[in-house]
């Protein structure tokens, strides 16, 4: 499985704009770029998959340039509630299964 | 629909017992991961059962192992306990394990 590089620690206000960006050089042609989310003492959350270009659901956006090496996790107008800590994990389910590989992961701060 | 469930949530043991924990996936759901967060190692895939048989392992020792039963509940043991196996145990399940993946709270042990 491709590795991730993320920033370890990003802070923002409440009502900004917070984008978390990963690198993947070495992403295979078959691998999918998925972001979870979790809090403290609970397990991790599914927030958004995507393969090319843009993926957007009611929580967050990613885009994904067209040489597929690095993401970005867009999180819209952040709230004290988005403090946690986020992942990027990039392989295929096809040949895995339900294995899934987690970096050290992003930890963000969102401040009144 | 029920999510995950997790049972005990929080386990007390000494050096040298062994320990079994219990995950109750969505239902329908026929993939079951176990994971191993500490703070130094942070997020680490144990194994996955799917259809009763182990699909994917990871790079743990034999102390760790676990099973599947036909209604996709899983358990996991870990015999022997060291002082380093005090983590929070997290079970995740999947349709298939070709998809999302869904957390349990966990299960927080503590090895004294």
């Known amino acids: 499985l491709a590795k991730t590089t993320q920033p370890i620690s990003m802070d923002s206000y409440e009502g900004q704009e917070v984008n978390i960006t990963c690198s993947h050089n070495n992403i295979a042609t078959n691998d999918y770029i998925t972001w979870y989310q979790q809090f403290p003492s609970q397990g991790p959350r599914f927030i958004i998959q995507?393969?090319?270009t843009k993926v957007t659901n009611e929580v967050a956006s990613l885009f994904i340039p067209a040489d597929r090496k690095s993401s970005t996790l867009s999180l819209p107008r952040v709230s004290l509630s988005d403090t946690a800590v986020y992942y990027c994990?990039?392989?295929?389910?096809?040949?895995?299964?339900?294995?899934?590989?987690f970096g050290q992961g992003t930890e963000l701060s969102v401040k009144p | 629909k029920a999510g995950v469930t997790q049972t005990p949530r929080y386990l007390i043991k000494t050096r040298g017992q062994q320990v079994t924990l219990s995950c109750s996936p969505i239902s329908g759901h026929r993939s079951v991961s176990w994971y191993q967060q500490t703070p130094g190692q942070g997020l680490q895939f144990l194994f996955e059962y799917f259809s009763e048989t182990q699909r994917n392992k990871g790079n743990f020792p034999g102390r760790f192992s676990g099973r599947q039963f036909s209604n996709s509940r899983s358990e996991m043991n870990v015999s022997t306990l060291e002082l380093g196996d005090s983590a929070l145990y997290l079970c995740?399940?999947?349709?298939?394990?070709?998809?999302?993946?869904?957390f349990g709270p966990g299960t927080r042990l503590t090895v004294l």
């Open positions: 994990l990039v392989g295929t389910g096809d040949n895995q299964g339900g294995k899934l590989i």
């Open positions: 995507g393969y090319k």
């Open positions: 995740a399940s999947s349709l298939t394990g070709h998809n999302e993946q869904f």
